[in-house]
Antibody, heavy 125, light 112 residues
Framework: QVQLVESGGGLVKPGGSLRLSCAAS????????MSWIRQAPGKGLEWVSY????????YYADSVKGRFTISRDNAKNSLYLQMNSLRAEDTAVYYC??????????????????WGQGTLVTVSS | QSALTQPASVSGSPGQSITISCTGT?????????VSWYQQHPGKAPKLMIY???NRPSGVSNRFSGSKSGNTASLTISGLQAEDEADYYC????????????FGGGTKLTVL
């Protein structure tokens, strides 16, 4: 069965850095686009970034562009999010998610069919 | 402020039907059939309920259905059950500067 397990969250000071990881299993990781999505405490969902199956195509939300870097290691079935220059407003549960994918066309379908359990990032002094 | 607009709350009695709207623009909901809906219970990860406007993933009850008209998408839940009480979020691809995904602010469904 598909499993996504995030790790790396914790408490960090404003301006600090953190690297999140997501370990994938139960599917052919290298076939799928992957995304990071976050949810601030008591708030709604916010898409953060996605990366194509090969890693050649990457997009970010304006709120994190220039500060966060998404990457993947298909040999290790792992997705990463390097977060730099962290701000209080980055405090959230961060989920990794598998994107829907059309195998015939090779197109990302921009929905998220499997989610991890999330990892909490708290930015505070 | 979310990119897609949803009502903050809706409610219904068991057995009734409710509809949650999700309003965007021609750059997202109105321009593409990449609208999806998610259910989230407290403390849990979101669960995909509808994708590509009206498709249901395997295992999701046929009481859940989706549609779209112009810049507004809708999620309808028929035969409301107590376990349907949750937060619901819509999302869509957007051709705005991010070329990514935008979510609605979420709707709290209360089953009376």
């Amino acid at each position: 069965q598909v499993q996504l397990v995030e790790s790396g969250g914790g408490l960090v000071k404003p301006g600090g850095s953190l690297r999140l990881s997501c370990a994938a299993s139960g599917f052919t990781f290298s076939d799928y686009y992957m995304s990071w999505i976050r949810q601030a405490p008591g708030k709604g969902l916010e898409w953060v970034s996605y990366i194509s199956s090969s890693g050649s195509t990457i997009y970010y939300a304006d709120s994190v562009k220039g500060r966060f870097t998404i990457s993947r290691d298909n040999a290790k079935n792992s997705l990463y999010l390097q977060m730099n220059s962290l701000r209080a407003e980055d405090t959230a549960v961060y989920y990794c998610a598998r994107d829907g994918y059309d195998f015939w066309s090779g197109l990302n379908l921009y929905y998220f069919d499997y989610w991890g359990q999330g990892t909490l990032v708290t930015v505070s002094s | 402020q979310s990119a897609l607009t949803q009502p903050a709350s809706v409610s219904g009695s068991p057995g009734q039907s409710i509809t949650i709207s999700c309003t965007g623009t021609s750059s997202d909901v109105g321009g593409y059939n990449y609208v999806s809906w998610y259910q989230q219970h407290p403390g849990k990860a979101p669960k995909l309920m509808i994708y590509e406007v009206s498709n249901r993933p395997s295992g999701v009850s046929n009481r859940f259905s989706g549609s779209k008209s112009g810049n507004t998408a809708s999620l309808t839940i028929s035969g409301l059950q107590a376990e349907d009480e949750a937060d619901y979020y819509c999302s869509s691809y957007t051709s705005s500067s991010t070329l990514g995904v935008v979510f609605g602010g979420g709707t709290k469904l209360t089953v009376l």
